[in-house]
């Protein structure tokens, strides 16, 4: 099995050779997968967003964040604190404005630091993940501690350009999905 290390340049080096029209061809079939995936599901109101690195060619979570307003859904994302080491809770207004910051990610102009207690699912960024839902991310650490202080009822989707590998390197802190969405599928995990 390969390293942590050695899969996340595996993963950065397959993103990097994407181009921009896969990145976007690929996450509007993102975005309507979850759209199939919602049909029937009206209790589900609170979303939990990671906004796109695009210099590393991460899924384009505007579409759904598109979608989601549409529906109107109540929306909220993330901003690492001042401290460095944990997510804070941001709730996004209707058609936010975004700025990029030092790292490259959107964050919104304008936003309400609020507690994670109403989030129903949280999307969550990876590299790569496998056939048990265990993620990869980029190594820092943020998304496990926020979501291991959730409840496990939160609904936590990776979402991926590409298949899953069949087993990842796990550690006691890491948290699985429930799910991850693919441009070709819905993959379901037995969390």
């Known amino acids: 099995?390969?390293?942590?290390?050695?899969?996340?340049?595996?993963?950065?080096?397959?993103?990097?050779?994407?181009?921009?029209?896969?990145?976007?061809?690929?996450?509007?079939k993102i975005a309507q997968q979850l759209a199939h995936w919602l049909a029937g599901k009206a209790d589900i109101e609170h979303f939990h967003l990671f906004f796109p690195i695009a210099k590393f060619n991460e899924v384009n979570t505007f579409y759904i964040k598109d979608l989601l307003e549409g529906q109107g859904k109540v929306l909220y994302t993330s901003q690492v604190n001042r401290e460095g080491s944990q997510l804070d809770t941001l709730k996004l207004p209707l058609d936010a404005a975004f700025f990029l910051d030092e790292w490259g990610i959107p964050v919104p102009q304008e936003s309400l630091r609020v507690s994670p207690t109403k989030v129903q699912v949280v999307l969550v960024p990876l590299l790569a993940y496998d056939l048990k839902g265990n993620r990869l991310g980029f190594g820092k650490g943020h998304y496990d501690t926020f979501l291991g202080s959730l409840p496990q009822s939160v609904i936590k989707i990776g979402l991926s350009f590409f298949p899953p590998e069949a087993a990842l390197p796990v550690e006691s802190h890491d948290i699985p999905l429930n799910y991850c969405f693919?441009?070709?599928?819905?993959?379901?995990?037995?969390?």
């Open 1 to 28: 099995m390969k390293t942590k290390k050695e899969l996340r340049q595996s993963y950065r080096q397959r993103r990097k050779q994407l181009s921009s029209q896969e990145v976007n061809d690929w996450s509007r």
């Open 182 to 191: 693919t441009p070709e599928q819905v993959w379901v995990f037995a969390t």
